[in-house]
C-alpha cells in the first residue's frame, strides 16, 4: 500500500509557500506526483449579489476586478509552486465550476494537505477545508511546524467508523515512521474497544506500535494531545467530526479541540 497523489490546494496568498513545501515533504518518500491546485475565488458564486437592480457598469467594474484578482492569485499560486523545486509536480488552475473542480481532483488524490489556518476556519481556503474532510470525505493532512515523515506517528483510536478510516488510510504513514503509538482513552468512550484489535491489524501489514491506554474519562481530546507529545509525536492521526458537524461546531467536540491545538501535525479522515 503506497500513495501516489498528494495534493495542495493553494489561494494564491502568502500561505501557499507553506502548503506546498508540506505536500513535497509528504509526497517524497513515496515518490508520489505533488498536484498543485489553485483554488480561486469562483465567479459563479458572486453572480448572485449582482442581480436585479444592479447597476450594469458596476457589475462589469466587479467582475473584471475578480478577473484580475484571480490571474494575479493564479500567478502567486505557480511561483509558489515552482518554489517547492518538486520533480514530480503539476500545477492545474480550477475555473468555474470551482468547488466541482476541487472536488473531481480531490476524488483521485491519496492525500490533501492544508496548513492550520483553513482547518482553523479562517482564510480563503477555510470553505474547501471543509468540503474536503466533511462533503468529500478525503483524508487530510493539516501540517505544522516540526512536520516530519519517517518520525513518531501517534494513533488515537476508540473503535468508531471515522477513527478506525484514519487509522487505516494512514498506514503508508505508518510503514515510513521509526514508532507508531496506539493511544486509547476506555474510559471516556461510551464504546467497548480493545486496541490490541488495531495493534493486530497494523502488525498483518508489517508495521510494528506500541498501546498507551489513557485512564480520564471527561473529555479525551487534551489527553490525547498530551500522550501524543509526551511520545514525541510528529503527526496524530485521528478521526474527524465523529458526531454530527453541527453539533460538533456547537458544543465543541474533539475535532474542534484538535484543530484549535498548536502541534502536532494532523491526518485526519472523516
Known sequence: MSWARI?????????DAATVAAAAMLAEPFGAELACVYT????????????E???????????ESLKEATAAGEANARKAAAGAKYAKSQFVALQTPVWAGLSAESRLSDVVVFTSDPARGRGPLAEAFQQMVADEQRPVLIAREGLKVGGVVAVAWD???EASRAARLATPLL????????????????RTFDPARLQSYYAARGVASEVQLLTDSGDAAPAILHAAASAGADILVAGAFGHPRLQEFIFGGT???LLNS????LFLSH
Open 159 to 161: 473503535g468508531g467508523k
Open 255 to 257: 475535532t474542534r479541540t
Open 175 to 190: 510503514e515510513k515512521a521509526s514508532k507508531v503509538v496506539i493511544i486509547a482513552a476506555p474510559k471516556a468512550s461510551s
Open 53 to 63: 437592480g444592479f447597476l450594469g457598469g458596476v457589475q462589469t467594474t466587479a467582475l
Open 40 to 51: 480561486p475565488a469562483d465567479v459563479a458564486d458572486v453572480m448572485p449579489w449582482m442581480g
Open 7 to 15: 495534493m495542495a490546494p493553494l489561494s494564491g496568498g502568502q500561505g
Open 262 to 265: 498548536d502541534s502536532p501535525s
